[in-house]
């Protein structure tokens, strides 16, 4: 379908404004809060010290084991894409495999902090636990795929206006920090310290299995919850739309190929983990959580400027601005933590990291929505531009670079820590200066540095100004007859049925 349209720009102002209405109610709203809540609800933020002091996996056997399960995900990764695209049932496009794979993935969850229980005190090359976990991340990749593409695209749909929409996501990222999301980051980060420093005699395995598995049961109620009391607003169209209309989608998808550029060349990011500096270099994650708090009231306030700033200024100014805003603080406090030790002194580096946290949370509220709606915005220009929608097969495509970089970076993170000279299994903060050094900077400098190149394709992108506001009137007038049609059509199917009765 062209987009060219006979509308005046007068119209289409006068279109866009007239739908501009909420189609999201407070209990979908209710449920959308909670599916965002459940999100964070984790301790993934862990999964590295599980893996290096509890499982101790082998640093090499693991980049390699990586590199394998990235593989099959490129292949798995456009097979199920194509099937997601072409489903059409009374529940929806997304709905039936968000449904179905819940429970099962959530179940299959626990076999994941059971691994220490099932080879315990084996070495980080012992083959039996090699193969276990080699075929759990196999099986976990698959359903995940299935589980993320359709989740990504039913986000899309849940409301057919972006203001709506940003409302939904405005929401969601201020109040749910409220409601205690993070909550189980802290706990983990307090507890590990108690037992890395002998105040408590517990097992590192058992208080990852009480927390892992605890937070992954919470989290799998709140977003089936969801799915089952929300439902697809924006219609697909009847016919599913063949490979070869896929393949157009993504290749005259301009936003797309810029935000998949941007994260490809963001993709050569090499980073740490702030988590892990805090444990080996500092010896408290917990000084991470203090660090934070005095952050923690801007984050919310920032998101009062969400709505003037977009009114303002175009995505793409914010875009850009946002991320270089980010990069400059990461960067001053990398340059003053390299100043002779100052990486090693605890006080110090909690007060820094607590200052750069402060100044970055002004921007952290644009930054979540902005990041959402970009996405967002380019799946709406497909439906405009092509007059169907393949966000399966578009979210697919637009991963598949950044997927096959990823196997590369991912492997190459574990080798990174053999070369830096890191060591598994040994107490808490013994690591060299060198090491402790190369850790403060993997999580603060260098990843700014080797992701800057990000920021290029952000000066290009399209969606901005009159051409936005002309797309989405075009397509609210668009849906609108859309569903005009149905309900004519399913009203003469009932006069018909009336008649021969």
């Given at each position: 379908?062209?987009?060219?349209?006979?509308?005046?720009?007068?119209?289409?102002?006068?279109?866009?404004?007239?739908?501009?209405?909420?189609?999201?109610?407070?209990?979908?709203?209710?449920?959308?809060?909670?599916?965002?809540?459940?999100?964070?609800?984790?301790?993934?933020?862990?999964?590295?010290?599980?893996?290096?002091?509890?499982?101790?996996?082998?640093?090499?056997?693991?980049?390699?084991?990586?590199?394998?399960?990235?593989?099959?995900?490129?292949?798995?990764?456009?097979?199920?894409?194509?099937?997601?695209?072409?489903?059409?049932?009374?529940?929806?496009?997304?709905?039936?495999?968000?449904?179905?794979?819940?429970?099962?993935?959530?179940?299959?969850?626990?076999?994941?902090?059971?691994?220490?229980?099932?080879?315990?005190?084996?070495?980080?090359?012992?083959?039996?636990?090699?193969?276990?976990?080699?075929?759990?991340?196999?099986?976990?990749?698959?359903?995940?795929?299935?589980?993320?593409?359709?989740?990504?695209?039913?986000?899309?749909?849940?409301?057919?206006?972006?203001?709506?929409?940003?409302?939904?996501?405005?929401?969601?990222?201020?109040?749910?920090?409220?409601?205690?999301?993070?909550?189980?980051?802290?706990?983990?980060?307090?507890?590990?310290?108690?037992?890395?420093?002998?105040?408590?005699?517990?097992?590192?395995?058992?208080?990852?299995?009480?927390?892992?598995?605890?937070?992954?049961?919470?989290?799998?109620?709140?977003?089936?919850?969801?799915?089952?009391?929300?439902?697809?607003?924006?219609?697909?169209?009847?016919?599913?739309?063949?490979?070869?209309?896929?393949?157009?989608?993504?290749?005259?998808?301009?936003?797309?190929?810029?935000?998949?550029?941007?994260?490809?060349?963001?993709?050569?990011?090499?980073?740490?983990?702030?988590?892990?500096?805090?444990?080996?270099?500092?010896?408290?994650?917990?000084?991470?959580?203090?660090?934070?708090?005095?952050?923690?009231?801007?984050?919310?306030?920032?998101?009062?400027?969400?709505?003037?700033?977009?009114?303002?200024?175009?995505?793409?100014?914010?875009?850009?601005?946002?991320?270089l805003y980010t990069r400059f603080w990461y960067l001053a406090l990398f340059a003053v933590g390299s100043i002779g030790k100052n990486f090693k002194k605890p006080l110090l580096m909690t007060i820094l990291f607590g200052v750069q946290a402060w100044f970055d949370k002004w921007a952290f509220g644009i930054r979540k929505v902005v990041k959402a709606e970009l996405y967002n915005e380019a799946m709406d220009y497909c439906e405009w531009k092509n007059g169907y929608r393949v966000e399966a097969t578009i979210g697919v495509a637009r991963n598949l670079i950044t997927k096959l970089q990823n196997i590369v970076m991912n492997s190459a993170k574990s080798l990174i820590l053999e070369a830096i000279g890191?060591?598994?299994?040994?107490?808490?903060?013994?690591?060299?200066?060198?090491?402790?050094?190369?850790?403060?900077?993997?999580?603060?400098?260098?990843?700014?540095?080797?992701?800057?190149?990000?920021?290029?394709?952000?000066?290009?992108?399209?969606?901005?100004?009159?051409?936005?506001?002309?797309?989405?009137?075009?397509?609210?007038?668009?849906?609108?007859?859309?569903?005009?049609?149905?309900?004519?059509?399913?009203?003469?199917?009932?006069?018909?049925?009336?008649?021969?009765?």
């Open positions: 379908m062209d987009n060219n349209s006979n509308n005046t720009p007068n119209r289409a102002v006068s279109e866009f404004k007239v739908y501009d209405r909420r189609y999201v109610g407070a209990k979908e709203t209710f449920a959308y809060l909670l599916n965002d809540f459940s999100n964070a609800f984790n301790i993934n933020g862990f999964l590295d010290r599980f893996i290096w002091d509890v499982v101790k996996i082998d640093f090499k056997t693991n980049a390699l084991m990586n590199m394998l399960a990235g593989i099959w995900d490129v292949i798995n990764d456009p097979i199920i894409a194509a099937m997601v695209d072409r489903t059409r049932t009374r529940w929806g496009k997304f709905r039936p495999y968000l449904l179905l794979f819940q429970i099962p993935m959530t179940i299959l969850g626990a076999f994941y902090w059971l691994l220490p229980f099932f080879f315990p005190g084996t070495s980080g090359t012992h083959l039996p636990k090699l193969i276990y976990y080699f075929i759990f991340n196999i099986i976990n990749e698959t359903g995940g795929t299935f589980t993320s593409i359709a989740k990504a695209g039913y986000m899309t749909t849940i409301t057919p206006h972006p203001n709506d929409r940003a409302r939904l996501i405005t929401m969601a990222e201020l109040l749910t920090g409220y409601m205690g999301e993070d909550m189980p980051a802290y706990i983990m980060g307090v507890l590990l310290d108690l037992i890395n420093n002998g105040y408590l005699k517990w097992k590192l395995q058992n208080v990852f299995l009480a927390m892992g598995l605890g937070t992954s049961i919470i989290s799998a109620v709140f977003t089936l919850y969801f799915f089952l009391v929300s439902k697809e607003r924006v219609m697909q169209s009847i016919e599913a739309p063949s490979v070869k209309q896929g393949l157009k989608a993504v290749i005259n998808n301009y936003p797309v190929l810029l935000i998949t550029i941007s994260d490809f060349l963001g993709g050569f990011s090499v980073s740490g983990s702030n988590t892990n500096y805090f444990i080996d270099v500092l010896g408290s994650a917990s000084l991470l959580t203090i660090a934070n708090i005095p952050s923690g009231l801007n984050g919310s306030i920032s998101y009062a400027f969400v709505k003037p700033i977009r009114e303002k200024f175009s995505s793409k100014t914010i875009w850009v601005f946002e991320d890191y060591k598994q299994g040994i107490t808490i903060g013994t690591q060299t200066d060198k090491t402790k050094w190369w850790l403060f900077a993997l999580c603060t400098g260098i990843p700014q540095l080797t992701g800057i190149l990000a920021v290029i394709p952000k000066f290009l992108y399209p969606l901005s100004g009159k051409m936005r506001e002309r797309m989405y009137s075009e397509l609210m007038v668009r849906r609108h007859e859309a569903q005009l049609a149905v309900t004519q059509e399913n009203n003469d199917i009932t006069i018909r049925l009336n008649e021969t009765i």
